[in-house]
């Protein structure tokens, strides 16, 4: 399945209905987004970097799914701050659909205090997807990370994944080295604040 093929279960209310009207809109953006990305840059070999400055609608998520058409990944880490509904709600049938990746999402505590609803969309989608591992803590790093079997992919910078993005700095990496820094710091959180933050395997 295509990351653009993505579609949210039927709804039950027509606030639902309208979401996923709204949604679909959001998905079609994301698409030419994509397309864009493309124009600009390729895939890093091992130990290539890339440096990027966009004033373009290009934000984290974007990036994501411009990553998911290029490999097959065995883990992928999101690390973000800021989160708006329609992209919860695409990370979390991304996630339904695509039950052989591993994905474990960071994000700010303060998302349950201001945006409750995506925040426990992400909750119950952690409760039933043994595939994800959704932890809240005091977070503002943003990153993104793929692995498969050849690439070790690690995306940091200013950008979250919502779709408000302004003007944005990305390294983008292919490094293995990197992408274990990251990943035992992530998995350490998982660990370390499971008394005081929620963190749902």
Known sequence: MAWYDLKPEPPKTKKEEKNIVLFKKF????YFRVRKINEIISEPQENEQY???TQQSFNGFSILLWLLEKDEYEEIYLSTF?????TALAIVDLIKATP???YTLIITSLLKYDRKGRFNKLIDCAKYSPNFTFIEAFN???IIMAKSKTNYYVIEGSGNLSANARIEQYLF???KATFNFHKSWMDDISQFSAKKDTIIH
């Open 27 to 30: 998905m079609e953006m994301n």
């Open 51 to 53: 440096r990027i400055i």
């Open 82 to 86: 800021s989160l708006d509904e329609k």
């Open 100 to 102: 052989n990746i591993k």
């Open 140 to 142: 503002h790093t943003k």
């Open 173 to 175: 990496e292919n490094s």
